[in-house]
T-cell receptor, first 116, second 115 residues
Framework: DGGITQSPKYLFRKEGQNVTLSCEQN?????MYWYRQDPGQGLRLIYY???????QKGDIAEGYSVSREKKESFPLTVTSAQKNPTAFYLC???????????????FGAGSRLTVL | AQSVTQLGSHVSVSEGALVLLRCNYS??????LFWYVQYPNQGLQLLLK??????LVKGINGFEAEFKKSETSFHLTKPSAHMSDAAEYFC?????????????FGQGTRLTINP
């Protein structure tokens, strides 16, 4: 079955360490996204990529970095510069239709990061 | 700019009762509106979407929502709650001339079903 695989599901990190969250999709979608979810705040966009080797900052990109070397992969690195990294991270993908706000996002199951 | 407000961060209903989750939006252009559901420790999945066709939209699992332009609302309803409906629900808004990266989510409503 096609879908999005995020790993690890749970991750613990010490302060000052960088961590990388994996996101792999086999839906053949061109666009991929990273969201951060905090209780009571909905989802906030961190980074998105509409095509391989290209990505743009979202609303809360500070302290995060991404790469898009392959169509199916969009890893997110949470750096030590992110002041409050404990959160639930969701990866999503879609078939990009520029200028089409009716795009539906397909989500992975998420990765929960806890900083100790 | 667009925004979404979900009224009530927690809603609790009895099994078999009506479910009503409220969503109001703000948009300077005709909006596209979505409801997503998130089960515990899972990603989000689409329940239904409005894209300027019929104002009453039917989704999965017996849910439906009605677009009311005069009230800038897109409330989600289900006539009879089931225990499996317990989850968090997110309303989201975008617009015709925007890509999915412009999707704005509400803060979510956690639905609890009492036996």
């Amino acid at each position: 079955d096609g879908g999005i695989t995020q790993s690890p599901k749970y991750l613990f990190r010490k302060e000052g360490q960088n961590v990388t969250l994996s996101c792999e999709q086999n839906l053949n979608h061109d666009a991929m996204y990273w969201y951060r979810q905090d209780p009571g705040q909905g989802l906030r966009l961190i980074y998105y990529s509409q095509i391989v080797n290209d990505f743009q900052k979202g609303d809360i990109a500070e302290g995060y970095s991404v790469s898009r070397e392959k169509k199916e992969s969009f890893p997110l690195t949470v750096t030590s510069a992110q002041k409050n990294p404990t959160a639930f991270y969701l990866c999503a993908s879609s078939i990009p239709r520029p200028g089409d706000g009716a795009n539906v996002l397909t989500f992975g199951a998420g990765s929960r990061l806890t900083v100790l | 700019a667009q925004s979404v407000t979900q009224l009530g961060s927690h809603v609790s209903v009895s099994e078999g009762a009506l479910v009503l989750l409220r969503c109001n939006y703000s948009s300077s252009v005709p909006p596209y509106l979505f409801w997503y559901v998130q089960y515990p420790n899972q990603g989000l999945q689409l329940l239904l979407k409005y894209t300027s066709a019929a104002t009453l939209v039917k989704g999965i699992n017996g849910f439906e929502a009605e677009f009311k332009k005069s009230e800038t609302s897109f409330h989600l309803t289900k006539p009879s709650a089931h225990m499996s409906d317990a989850a968090e629900y997110f309303c989201a808004v975008s617009a015709e001339d925007q890509g999915a990266q412009k999707l704005v989510f509400g803060q979510g409503t956690r639905l609890t079903i009492n036996p």
